[in-house]
């Protein structure tokens, strides 16, 4: 690969981290004031923990702090697929937190509640925000892990 297409296409995954973490950071600023004290340890995890193409984000509480790990795919879809994704996450951190045990779909209805926004579910089944994304459907699909 030429040394100019390398600079170029290492700026766009700058730029590509960049905006997504803005957005996580807007995302859990809303989380931290309405839950202040909560931990959330927010970072991309390796590749081979994806292995589905609807996998893009898991999290896991410790009992102190929630981690929430991004797939690197996440930065090459739409930004309303991006933002449903981190709300999900965070609705999950906010859940364990207050250990309760909980759905997907109750995941998602904390999302909608705390951010304001409906989440849909694209033809792929992950959760977007837009509604006019080809195959939107809510709630979550049933043939989904609950």
């Known amino acids: 690969m030429p040394r100019s297409t390398l600079i170029e296409r290492t700026q766009q995954i700058v730029n590509l981290r960049r905006d997504f973490f803005r957005l996580v ?26 292995p589905n193409e609807r996998d893009f984000a898991y999290s896991a509480w410790d009992g102190k702090k929630a981690t929430i790990r991004f797939s690197q795919k996440v930065l090459y879809v739409p930004t309303a697929t991006q933002d449903a994704l981190i709300r999900h996450e965070l609705s999950h ?12 779909r109750e995941c998602d209805a904390v999302a909608e509640r705390i951010f304001g926004d409906l989440i849909y579910y694209d033809s792929n089944d992950v959760q977007t925000l837009d509604a006019h994304r080809p195959g939107a459907k809510r709630p979550r699909p049933t043939h989904l892990p609950k």
């Open 25 to 50: 950071k807007a995302r859990l600023q809303a989380v931290q004031e309405a839950i202040p004290g909560i931990q959330v340890d927010i970072g991309f995890g390796p590749p081979g923990d994806y």
């Open 93 to 104: 951190a906010m859940l364990q937190n207050a250990s309760l045990d909980h759905s997907e």
